[in-house]
């Protein structure tokens, strides 16, 4: 069946440092990806998304770019911020089904 | 444009008890669905909504119904309550089904004791 895998975390920066994480898919079809965040007591927020292979996906520093050949979505910002810190979602979709596909969420902690 | 809202925002209720959890959907959007997020875990889909029909279902049971009403408003209703229950409940609607991009609504912090 159709998954998502990401790095655990959590993962701990200081503010300017260079952010990687990494997201890896399996899935049936041509999925659409997607990175949510989850800021502490709130709800899902889309960040980016692309829906076929080779797109970059970018929002508010956030890069990812669609690899069919490695199924990959890894996550990227050159430097990040301390209200950067929140959980970080992989999810995926395919045209046949509705409903969303997450992995498990990786913790980000950006120290000033 | 209003978000996706949803009550109650955090619910106590003991084990083998009944629950409605409600969500309001974005303005224009016909579709709801709801995923449960346990701790330390992505959300998990249970099913949705599109135009006061099921239209898909996860791997929950029955005891986990729902509803969606003219106004494309929906609730998650759980009977027969389990520890394992405990969890966020979001809700996220979208323009129509078949559309990749869902909002979400703040969740519903449920413990079950």
């Known amino acids: 069946g159709n998954s998502v895998t990401q790095m655990e975390g959590p993962v701990t920066l200081s503010e300017e440092a260079f952010l990687t994480i990494n997201c890896t898919y399996t899935?049936?079809?041509?999925?659409?990806l997607f990175w949510y965040v989850q800021y502490p007591g709130e709800g899902l927020q889309l960040l980016l998304k692309a829906t076929k292979a080779d797109d970059k996906g970018s929002n508010k520093g956030f890069e990812a770019t669609y690899r069919k050949e490695t199924t990959s979505f890894h996550l990227e910002k050159g430097s990040v911020q301390v209200s950067d810190s929140a959980v970080y979602f992989c999810a995926l979709s395919t045209g046949g089904e509705d409903k969303i596909i997450f992995g498990k969420g990786t913790r980000l902690h950006i120290l000033p | 444009e209003t978000g996706v809202t949803q009550s109650p925002t955090h619910l106590i209720k003991t084990r083998g008890q009944q629950v409605t959890l409600r969500c309001s959907s974005q303005?224009?959007?016909?579709?709801v669905s709801w995923y449960q997020q346990a701790l330390g875990q992505g959300p998990q889909f249970i099913f949705q909504y599109y135009r006061e029909e099921e239209n898909g279902r996860g791997n929950f049971p029955p005891r986990f119904s729902g509803l969606q009403f003219p106004n494309y408003s929906s609730e998650l209703n759980v009977n027969a309550l389990e520890l394992d229950d405990s969890a966020l409940y979001l809700c996220?609607?979208?323009?129509?089904?078949?559309?990749?991009?869902?909002?979400f609504g703040p969740g519903t912090r449920l413990t079950v004791t």
């Open positions: 899935a049936t079809g041509y999925p659409s």
């Open positions: 303005s224009g959007h016909n579709t």
């Open positions: 996220a609607s979208s323009i129509t089904t078949g559309s990749y991009e869902q909002y």
